[in-house]
């Protein structure tokens, strides 16, 4: 006997492009995912709404231990963080396949640009702490 059928949308505690675009209610006509990042219970979407770089977004989810819930979404430029209720995101822009160090209360630690040229970087955090570029 094999086990339950599960038809929800993510089935894995990964947050993948095509989750983002259906939990965000993102038009998949138009909007694309430029970068994801998934850590323990914390994920995070770059959603370029229209394709076209001009309405780029930043979703933030929650595993609520079957599922991803969208907890806030906001239009951002090409750098920046935020903190959202103990999840802390730092994003950029850079050449596609870059390393970026970032680091975050003492820890170092690197992500690697998308092939459209945008980074991110999520992690556990109280409100302002925030993280910073190692250069």
């Known amino acids: 006997m094999f086990g339950p059928v ?3 949308v993510v ?3 990964e947050l993948r492009a095509e989750d983002a675009l259906l939990l965000g209610g993102w038009d998949d006509r138009y909007a694309c995912v430029r970068a ?3 850590r323990d219970d914390m994920a995070a979407a770059i959603v370029d709404s229209n394709g076209d770089s001009r309405d780029v977004d930043l979703d933030l989810y929650r595993w609520t231990g079957d599922r991803w819930e969208e907890t806030s979404s906001s239009c951002i430029d090409d750098e920046g963080w935020c903190w959202v209720d103990g999840t802390v995101a730092l ?7 870059a390393e970026v160090r970032v680091d975050h209360d003492g820890a170092v630690e690197s992500v690697t640009a998308s092939k459209a040229g945008w ?3 999520i992690g556990p955090g109280e409100q302002g702490s925030k993280p910073n570029l190692v250069v």
């Open 11 to 13: 089935v894995v505690n």
């Open 6 to 8: 599960i038809d929800t």
């Open 91 to 97: 994003f950029g822009r850079s050449e596609p396949g």
């Open 119 to 121: 980074w991110l970087w």
């Open 36 to 38: 994801t990042a998934t």
